[in-house]
């Protein structure tokens, strides 16, 4: 079945620890986009990368960096975790960056 | 950047019918975007706008005046599977998304 999967589910991490979540689709989108949810602020989007090879800032990029070394796979990486990262993280794709987005299931993510 | 409102909840009855507001006030405007997020699931796409007017699919209707900012979302002979948080999106000249929190709807029996 073609869509967007997320790993992991769910984490707990100890402040200060490295953490990658990992996020594919088999859709054969062009764009991809990380967003964080956490309550009363909605979604805000964190990285995007409207084709492979290539990767832009989103609102709040601080904390975070990622990749796009082919199409399916965009991996969100926290380099030194800090407790205001405690949130559920989306993936999202799209065929192009004027696309209606697509998302993933979401990971949890809580930092100690 | 984008500056989106919408109500935090409401709550109707079992086959009426609920109108969402959002008013935005944008840089640049390239489309206007409703999803739909049950709890603990992620958000799934129902409508778009670009132009002014009303767009209509099924139960669901979306309306948009870009004049005013502002676009409302219908949802139609509500059931309970329509207890959820709607979502509605900008999107800005770069094609990148900006949110409003959301509003809770419940729907009681």
């Known amino acids: 079945i073609a869509g967007i999967t997320q790993a992991p589910t769910s984490q707990i991490l100890a402040a200060g620890r490295r953490m990658t979540l990992r996020c594919t689709q088999d859709m054969r989108h062009n764009a991809m986009y990380w967003y964080r949810q956490d309550l009363g602020l909605g979604l805000r989007l964190i990285h995007y990368?409207?084709?492979?090879?290539?990767?832009g800032k989103g609102e709040v990029p601080d904390g975070y960096s990622v990749s796009r070394a082919n199409t399916d796979d965009f991996p969100l990486t926290l380099a030194s975790a800090v407790p205001s990262q405690t949130s559920v993280y989306f993936c999202a794709s799209s065929a192009s960056p004027a696309n209606e987005q697509f998302f993933g299931p979401g990971t949890r993510l809580t930092v100690l | 950047g984008q500056n989106i409102g919408q109500p935090t909840e409401m709550t109707a009855t079992e086959g009426a019918i609920v109108q969402i507001n959002c008013t935005y006030q944008t840089s640049g405007f390239n489309g206007l975007f409703w999803y739909q997020q049950h709890a603990g699931e992620a958000p799934t796409f129902l409508s778009y706008?670009?132009?002014?007017g009303l767009e209509e699919k099924g139960r669901f209707s979306s309306f948009l005046s870009r004049s005013k900012g502002y676009s409302y979302l219908l949802l139609k002979e509500l059931q309970m599977k329509d207890s959820a948080s709607y979502l509605c999106a900008v999107r800005d000249g770069d094609y990148k998304l900006s949110f409003g929190a959301g509003t809770t709807v419940t729907v009681r029996a």
């Open positions: 706008n670009v132009l002014d």
């Open positions: 990368s409207n084709t492979a090879g290539t990767t």
